[in-house]
């Protein structure tokens, strides 16, 4: 299959710049999360990458074709809608054989290729019920079985876990990681969770206001973090202010954070503070350690120390921003 060009994509909606000049590649097989809050701009993206919706400005291009002025069925990509979108009427061959259908695939084919795609997502024994008489998550799973039928360069997926409950959301995200990976299908998933962002991409894309702020991989995501917003929307930091900021290399104005797990408690350090909080999170507790007004969060393993103690503090990597950008701290 091939992979996915998109440049300087904008929209326009309501007298607002919802989608300002998004420029994306995602490489053949490669699966990449946009990853971003409530609002800022994903599923308007992902409609026009699909073709639903037109684009104000910019070009999108799969497998090397551009595809911008094509509509959503001439292009080779599938979405899976983040509702679904099933019809309530028809069994779950019948949804999943219905884009076959529209293309004029041969019947026997279409059988075929359908029974393929519902034992790939494991619901071969489902496949004469109503979506109506099957879980949010077989649901969700016949949504996934009527695009990748379709043999698409490009899969899209809006919000795929948002209507499942938390148990299910991690199950269903690591089948649609394997079917994905096992297919080598080029992919692209809209969230605004970064848990399951963080878990199941190549890449992440983190969008802000219409515009993507930064695009790496995970774990260079959480320990590089660009701007202010990616650190503060991925993964905790505490703001490192007052004595916990001696010796930090940073100006005045600079804003200064920490995550927890750099922030490591050792008995020989000039630095003190004392105990104020510790929540236990199972294989580790999380200490909240005060000094005058200032607040670090440390995560532990092994005991805790009790609240009220004092304890020598050390800071590992830390993130220092000027203007909201990164210009030091982490190595
Ligand atoms: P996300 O998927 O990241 O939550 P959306 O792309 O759905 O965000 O929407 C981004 C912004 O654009 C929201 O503020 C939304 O209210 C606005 N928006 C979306 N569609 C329209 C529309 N048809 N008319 C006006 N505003 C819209
Ligand atoms: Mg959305």
Known sequence: GGGLLVRGLRKRLGGRDVVAGIDLDVAPGELVSLLGPSG???????????????????????????????????????MVFQNYALWPHMTVTQNVAFPLRTRRVPKQQTAER??????????????????????????????????????????????PLSNLDAKLRVSVRDEIRRIQQRLGITTVIVTHDQDEALSVSDRIAVMHDGRIEQIAAPAELYARPATEFVASFIGSTSAVGGRFAIGVDSRPGDTVLVRP???????????????????????????????????LRAFVSGPPPSVGHAVGVRLGDVLVYREGVLVGGAR
């Open 114 to 159: 359908v029974r393929a795609a519902l034992e790939l997502v494991g619901l071969s024994h489902h496949a004469t019920s109503k979506p109506t008489a099957i879980s949010g998550g077989e649901q969700q799973r016949v949504a996934l079985a009527r695009a990748v039928v379709q043999e698409p360069d490009v899969l899209l997926l809006d919000e």
């Open 261 to 295: 797990e750099q922030v490591v408690l050792c008995d020989d350090s000039p630095l003190t503070a004392t105990v104020s909080r510790v929540l236990m999170r199972g294989h580790f507790a999380e200490v909240v350690l005060r000094a005058d007004d200032d607040e």
């Open 40 to 78: 800022c701009g994903k599923t308007t993206t992902l409609r026009m990458v699909a073709g639903f919706l037109p684009v104000d400005d910019g070009t999108v291009a799969m497998g090397g074709r551009d595809v911008t002025d094509t509509g959503p069925e001439r292009r080779p990509s599938a």
